[in-house]
């Protein structure tokens, strides 16, 4: 009995620290979770009692009070890790140091959440032990967090074959994204892939835009370097449509939501030039995209009616040469206060581009402002034929001083009434252009910021806020990686080092003590 005694102290204060933890984590679990903490409190009472009741004399009280306080001091540890777990497993938070944000959700896809309305459910269908299904899980957590309205579930096609053969699944990884009737099929686990998802299954209108042809333009079904195949496939995916227009037969579809013209090597002719007035009076969008040396006075005229200069130059980047290669990539890095460049942070590369400019006297009704410009190392050289022929140097007054504007912005009132429609477009139309149209082919488009760039330009112009943001990028490897000498001291300090110097101090330690005795 009095063996009993002695251990039963000590047993219910391990029960207790084993329970508390046991606890904390496994709350969910329910009641059979709380055994052991129970289990450790009630033999911690049960020794207190018999200690108080075998106390004959002062001192063995006194020895029992102590006892008892070390044992309530031990179970409001307990308490206070409960608490402090439960807490965390409720309410997580952490904290991405990682350069490119890798751990974290982008901003487009925070801004997409928080703007979600309606319940998007996506249903994994993975092995039970698959690799992949714990980074989804984290991935999801993560979506789920900033929206409740996000559901996922997990399902084993070989354990649940009914499900699977609902949702006719004949590969594993397939994950199914639904909202109402809505359905979207993927099979890559990136945060791009879901969110695209849910933009696909919860918009209940897919806004067409519309390339213009005829004149030399870049296509958008034209997958070599110069080609726009890239920048179709990432509209489509954002749930955009994109087609082809010829205006030299065909007049502007009423339901388009931004007209886009791509690099002309020609001019437009005045009936057309018309047609895209009209249509930029009632509302209309357009996204211009013009190269140098390309002589386009009524894209230029088209240009000047919202306060927009498109200058007879070339850029010159000496810049450029460090990072592209050329001096003819002008690096951008400087970009106007505006919802396309809001928080933008990423360089963007032009290759060949022209100067673009404020109109000094603006069109009654324009407001435009720049967008994005060059460093003070750029210049825009006037002299195209000195160019041609592999020399140029700036030259003043004639030539355009850094930094030099690669895009402008500007809108317009219109002078007819809006326009009820597929679009419903407002009384005021919008262009965004730019001194250059290579940035956004297939060659150029996933370099540093370009692709942020022109996608937010098109989803300003086609109303489409949540798409204006900073997009989810690819996770990349940062190895360490040590030169010759960083090698050796990491050696010497880790293996050589560390265990010499706690030699050191266990012998000091022990002739110290010998000393003392």
């Known amino acids: 009995m009095e063996r009993l005694k002695d251990i039963l102290g000590p047993l219910g204060l391990v029960l207790t620290l084993i329970g508390g933890l046991t606890y904390g984590i ?56 409960i608490f402090l777990q439960t807490l965390a497993s409720r309410h997580s938070a952490r904290l991405d140091f990682t350069s490119n944000k890798r751990f974290s959700l982008s901003p487009q896809t925070e801004k997409i959440l928080k703007n979600l309305s309606k319940e998007v459910r996506f249903s994994c269908f993975l092995k039970s032990d698959a690799p992949q299904k714990t980074q989804l899980a984290d991935l999801f957590k993560e979506y789920a967090a900033i929206n409740p309205r996000v559901k996922y579930a997990f399902i084993d096609p070989d354990k649940d074959p009914v499900a699977a053969k609902r949702y006719q699944i004949r590969d594993y990884g397939t994950i199914v994204a639904e909202s109402g009737a809505a359905e979207e099929r993927i099979s890559d686990i990136t945060e791009e892939k879901i969110t695209n998802a849910i933009l696909k299954v919860t918009r209940e209108t897919k806004k067409v835009l519309y390339c213009l042809v005829g004149h030399g333009e870049k296509s958008i079904d034209d997958t070599q370097d110069g080609g726009l195949s890239q920048i179709k496939q990432a509209l489509e995916s954002e749930g955009y449509a994109i087609k082809n227009l010829l205006t030299l037969r065909d007049s502007i579809p009423s339901d388009c939501a931004v007209l886009i013209i791509p690099g002309p090597e020609k001019d437009i002719f005045p009936a057309e030039r018309s047609m895209i007035d009209i249509f930029l009076s009632e509302g209309g969008k357009l996204l211009l995209l013009v190269d140098p040396v390309t002589d386009l006075p009524q894209i230029d005229s088209l240009a000047a009616g919202f306060g927009i200069e498109i200058t007879k130059s070339i850029i010159i980047d000496r810049f450029g040469k460090l990072l592209a290669g050329n001096y003819l990539t002008p690096v951008v890095n400087k970009y106007g206060k505006h919802p396309i460049t809001e928080d933008f942070r990423h360089a963007s590369f032009f290759p060949q581009a022209r100067a673009l400019a404020l109109a000094k006297d603006k069109p009654t009704g324009v407001q435009a402002q720049v967008l994005a410009s060059t460093g003070e190392s750029a210049y825009a050289e006037t002299n195209i034929g000195d ?81 204006v943001s900073v997009r989810a990028r ?10 010759v000498r960083q090698g050796r001291v990491v050696f010497w300090l880790s293996v050589v080092g560390l265990p010499v110097l706690v030699a050191v101090i266990g012998i000091l330690v022990l002739v110290y003590r010998r000393k003392s005795a």
Do not use: C
């Open 26 to 81: 496994l709350y969910s679990s329910g009641w059979a979770a709380a055994i052991p903490l129970v289990a450790g409190i009630a033999l911690v009472a049960a020794s207190a009692v018999i200690h108080l009741r075998g106390a004959r004399n002062e001192g063995s009280r006194r020895s029992t009070r102590a006892g008892i306080n070390a044992a309530v001091s031990v179970i409001a540890l307990a308490a206070i890790m």
């Open 387 to 467: 160019v041609l022929k592999g020399r140029t140097q700036y030259d003043s007054p004639q030539d355009i001083m850094g930094p030099v504007d690669v895009a402008v912005v500007a809108t317009k009132e219109g002078s007819r009434p809006a326009v009820t429609g597929p679009t419903n477009k407002a009384p005021y139309g919008r262009i965004v252009a730019f001194g250059d149209s290579d940035f956004a082919s297939n060659a150029y488009l996933n370099l540093s910021g370009n692709k942020d760039l022109i996608m937010n330009a098109i989803g300003w112009l086609a109303e489409e806020q949540d798409l």
């Open 474 to 483: 690819n996770p990349v490897s940062q190895p360490v990686v040590l030169n």
